[in-house]
């Protein structure tokens, strides 16, 4: 946004979202005659990502929001019961991050992620969150830098 004044020139953003939905076909039996379609492996239905940035002069600061939707990691009996399919939780994060040129040859690097404690995991579903497998909180986690040119 570099049309804006003063300071607020180095305002911008960034956002994307991207959706997709390919199925395959699954055995459901040993002898393979039993079938259904499923969502791939590992591969979320719906990605996003909202961005505020700014760079101008000595600072580059960057705050984000980043989501990923629950995804298939198993395949069971596709049922909401404790043998059907395994998912990862949906997982929505913030993260942020500033870095200031105190001079020529030094640099002042903050970063904070996971800013809002976002649940790691896994549940049977495919549409119960609520069926838990295992939850894991990592926390928020602070870096804090220097950099030094020579």
Not at 19 to 44: H, I, L, M
Not at 123 to 134: E, H, N
Request: glycine content about 8%; cysteine-free.
């Amino acid at each position: 946004l570099v049309l804006l004044p003063g300071a607020f020139a180095g305002l911008g953003f960034d956002a994307n979202y991207t959706y997709t939905n390919s199925r395959e076909v699954v055995s459901e039996s040993e002898d393979g005659v039993a079938q259904r379609d499923a969502p791939f492996q590992r591969q979320s239905p719906s990605l996003a990502n909202i961005a505020l940035t700014y760079d101008l002069g000595p600072v580059s600061a960057r705050a984000a929001w980043a989501y990923q939707g629950a995804n298939i990691i198993s395949y069971g009996d596709g049922s909401p019961t404790p043998s059907g399919d395994t998912y990862f939780y949906a997982h929505s994060q913030f993260d942020a991050s500033v870095i200031v040129d105190a001079t020529s040859r030094i640099q002042f690097q903050l970063q904070a992620l996971n800013i809002n404690n976002a649940v790691f995991g896994l549940f049977t579903g495919p549409t119960r969150p609520d069926s838990a497998i295992q939850r894991e909180y990592y926390g928020r986690t602070f870096y804090f830098g220097t950099n030094a040119k020579f």
